[in-house]
């Protein structure tokens, strides 16, 4: 007979702290064994991506957050399985939180402050404030100086304790949990408002999932606290037990999506008036990373324009170049592939370019070993395992793809090879014997070449990622932030000190940017998958 598919069981990470996630994997693990049946455990960190797995069926169970279950009720049916059950019921709050030190005691005391929202789809994380400033005649982008999304509980927790931000929304479960388990980042906080009670955050399964599976799962959670083994694992999480719960349970977060919705579209203010513009960035590290190295540089930015600035962070490549289309984001540092893909769909335009620490606006695309590694040359990496940077990348994907086809080494003659988000991952990778080579930013290669790399080939000079306005952004703001940056002189003594603080991407300063600077990256993109032959770059003409 032939092998049963795994039944997948997805968990969107920022439910839980980071150290319980292990627990979950048990949970799916035991409800496996429960229903004779092989699972996978499959987390995803943004609730976002963990709908359109729930509504593309590549998921027929999934542990979620009380808000998105609302949303994907209503939008594809999905159902109520079970919930867990804590000190004897199915509910939970919203917790703000300051830091301890904090003169702060009240919500509306956070006016003008920075705040950390956990996801944009979060009820505790997000929706509950939302909603308590829509009842103020509030709307977040008018209310706070600035916010971010840290899209995790306990990252948002993290934040407030080292004042990165003066106060965050958390869910009340993970707060509690972090601070039985001791967490130091709860100790130098305190709770300056708890929501009322919500449905808890539940397992849901899919409209088209056999019903007697359905079933089956029911029964082994809710039969999971009676058996020794299951109530080890609850008892780990500091969960009861798992208990049914109705669709009613959650009309006080229906009512307050709803409300939000209407009311923000009546506060909705445009870039424009509020004075307000939206930066992003190619996400290439965790969003409290992203946050020190870019804030410094838009507080400069709104002490030399008439504007000011806001740090928005998206999930991936994609989500980033969309909202440069819509208006959803006005200015951004994109990559140069990212670049050229957001010129061709929306029209996006590049104004400058970072100036990097070879004193011109190019970078290149590096292929690293181990240093005592016997790997001399491209042609020595056929049948070998390769770490590339994420699909998106320039220098970590398009460009050492290219290189590879370019000796007749196309991917199918790798051993094996593997996508990783950030350049730093891909290195660690290799030293750590993972992979035999990678490709990286010449930059992050010269980091670690001290601690046992080598470079073994390097590409022709890529300009310089842009810094781009989208097609809804007027032209007079990129006249401003132009103007501003390239008055700065690296070799001037107050400019440096300034330009010291920024990312390392822009303490060189800038220059110029125009369309035909990216020419040679679009010819690669439009003729990469007739050259490796193997259809691994999209065919679409930039």
Known sequence: SSEIEPLKIGVASMITPVDSVKYYQEIIEYVGERIGRPVKMVLRRSYAEMDTMLEKDEVQVAFICSGPYVWDHDKFGVELLVAPSVNGKATYNSYIVVHKDSSIKSLSELKGKRFAFTDPKSNTGKLYTTYRLTKMRYTPEIFFKRFIYSYSHNKSIELVSKKVVDGASVDGLVYDYMLKKDSPYTKLTKIIEKSPPFGMPPVVVTKNIDPSLKAKLREAFLNMHNDP????????????????????????????????????????????????????????????????????????????????????????????????????????????????????????????????????????????????????????????????????????????????????????????????NYHDSVVKAVLRGQFDAGSVKDSVADKYIPLGLKVIASSDPIPSGPIVIGPKTPSVVAEAIKRALLSLDPDDRKHKKILKRWDEDFRYGFTTASDKDYEGVRKMINSIPKTCGWGCHPKTRL
Do not use: W
């Not at 780990?236 to 009309?251: P, S």
């Open 229 to 420: 083994k299951g109530k080890a694992i609850l008892d780990a999480m500091m969960i009861e037990r798992f208990v049914l719960i109705a669709h009613r349970d959650y009309n006080s977060i229906r009512d307050m999506e709803k409300l939000v919705r209407i009311q923000q579209n009546i506060y909705k203010v445009t870039p424009e008036k509020r004075n307000v513009l939206r930066f992003s960035v190619i996400p290439r590290d965790n969003p409290r990373i992203s946050y020190e190295k870019y804030q410094p540089f838009l507080d400069y930015l709104s002490e030399k324009t008439s504007y000011s600035y806001e740090l928005v962070l998206r999930r991936n490549y994609e989500d980033t170049v969309t909202d440069l289309g819509n208006g959803t984001i006005d200015i951004a540092l994109l990559g140069p592939i990212s670049y050229l893909e957001a010129h061709a769909k929306y029209g996006v335009i590049c104004i400058l370019k970072p100036i990097t620490a070879n004193s011109s606006a190019q970078y290149k695309s590096v292929i690293v070993v181990k240093k005592d590694s016997s790997i001399e040359n491209l042609f020595d990496l056929k049948g070998k395992s390769f770490a590339f940077a994420s699909l998106k990348s320039t220098s970590g994907n398009l460009i050492p793809r290219y290189l590879l086809a370019d000796s007749g080494i196309h991917i199918n003659d790798l051993k094996k090879f593997a996508n990783f």
